[in-house]
Every structure is written in C-alpha cells, then in structure tokens.
C-alpha cells in the first residue's frame, strides 16, 4: 500500500512516515502542495491514501482535495489540522476529504482512522488476490501455489516480493515496464540502484520456482515483463 504524505513540519512528518513504514506502507513524503500535486498527476504511481495537511506552502490540503475531486479522483484523503471548530471540520469535508484528525493527535488513531479509511474505500482489497494458480494472502503476507495435482503450498515472501508479485497479479497479462515497476514500488525518494527491478525478479521467480511454480513471469526483451497464467484453479 502507498501513501502519499504532505506534511511542511519536520518533525511531524518524520514521526508519520516512520510509523507508517513499520506498518509496511510505501510512503512519498513532500512538504509543498503544488509538489504533491505533481506526484497525484503522475499516471504511473497509484496511491492507496493520501494524508494532506490544511496549511501547505504553494497549495493548501483543502485546495488538493479540491483538485482532486473536481477531476472525479476517488483517493481517500484524511485531513490534519490544528483548526478544531465545527466550521473548520466542515469546509475540510465540503472539500472533498474522507476523514479529518485535530492536531495533535497520537499515531494509533493516525492508523486506525486510515485502516477505515481504506474499509469504506471502494477500491478496498479482500483478504485474498487469486489469480491462475496463485494466491495472495494478504493477512500472512505469503502466497499459496496450487499446483496439477491441487496441492497446495504456501511461500513466506519478504515484503518487497510481496508487493513485486502483488503488482503483477493485478495486471495479468499485461506488459509491465522495469520504469513502471520501480515507479509503483519504490518511494520517490529512495533512488533505488538501476538492476533493483532485476535483481528482485530473480529473488522472487527463485522462490516460485523452488516451490514448483515455474517461470510465471515472462521476460519480453526491450519490453519489460508479463505474468502470464493460463491454469485456473478448480
């Protein structure tokens, strides 16, 4: 799950990103909203929340929210703000915010409200991505193989395999460029080296192959990638 955070205090926005990762988000971290507005219009990187600050150098939280229904974007957007009156909480709404947290606030409510937040999303994930004969276990972070024989089998994943196997489960035989990979996968800030996408491939098609699940993924030269599964599971 990525997260894109528009905070301008330091601190602040230090203490939400390094809670957030110990719950596995993938977090943009930028303190300028016309900055934000760049990363939100940037086709290739898909935002599962958005956390916006009210008061932001260059455009204001309220103002992206704004920005972002008016072009029909349904991103669920928590708003942080030391304005506490019933007026304040009610232009953040009529903006277009999902939910609306007063500063200061402790972290276990930061992601409580975004675990609801992504509930009452209509994007909101189940439990379980099947795609072929792979299974997603998002609870255990793992995936289940079932192989000919309808065995099945499950394979523990590190976090990063996890999110590398869950990108292409959601786009099934379609191509899928190393420059998309690292967009979706990667945090903008983390200037990933230029054979990471290799490199993870390696580790996780090792893992599926060790498993019996093998060469699932294909490698279209000049291209990019593509997951391509023809056994469905019965």
């Known amino acids: 799950m990525r997260v894109l955070l528009v905070e301008d205090e330091p601190d602040l926005g230090t203490a939400i990103k390094r809670t957030l990762h110990q719950e596995k988000y993938l977090v943009d971290?930028?303190?300028?909203?016309?900055?934000?507005?760049?990363?939100?219009?940037?086709?290739?990187t898909q935002y599962t929340l958005a956390i916006f600050d009210w008061m932001l150098?260059?455009?204001?939280?309220?103002?992206?929210?704004?920005r972002l229904r008016s072009n029909k974007n349904p991103l669920p957007v928590l708003i942080l703000t030391a304005k506490d009156s019933m007026a304040d909480k009610v232009a953040g709404l009529d903006a277009g915010a999902d939910d609306y947290l007063v500063k200061p606030f402790s972290m276990a409510e930061l992601l409580a409200r975004l675990r609801a937040l992504q509930r009452r999303s209509p994007h909101f994930q189940s439990p379980e991505l099947i795609v072929g004969n792979l299974t997603l276990d998002y609870g255990n972070s793992a995936v289940v193989f079932q192989n000919a024989t309808r065995e099945k089998q499950v394979i523990p994943l590190t976090n990063k395999e996890f999110q590398l196997l869950e990108y292409f489960m959601k786009h099934p035989n379609q191509i899928v460029t190393t420059e998309q990979i690292r967009n979706q996968l990667w945090e903008v800030s983390a200037e990933p080296a230029s054979n990471v996408v290799a490199a993870q491939m390696r580790l996780l098609r090792r893992k599926l192959a060790s498993s019996g699940c093998e060469n699932p993924i294909e490698t279209l030269h000049g291209m990019g990638y593509r997951l391509k599964l023809t056994n469905e599971p019965k």
Do not use: F, I, Q
């Open 29 to 44: 971290w930028v303190m300028d909203g016309t900055e934000a507005w760049a990363y939100l219009e940037n086709r290739w």
């Open 57 to 66: 150098p260059g455009m204001s939280g309220l103002e992206l929210c704004k």
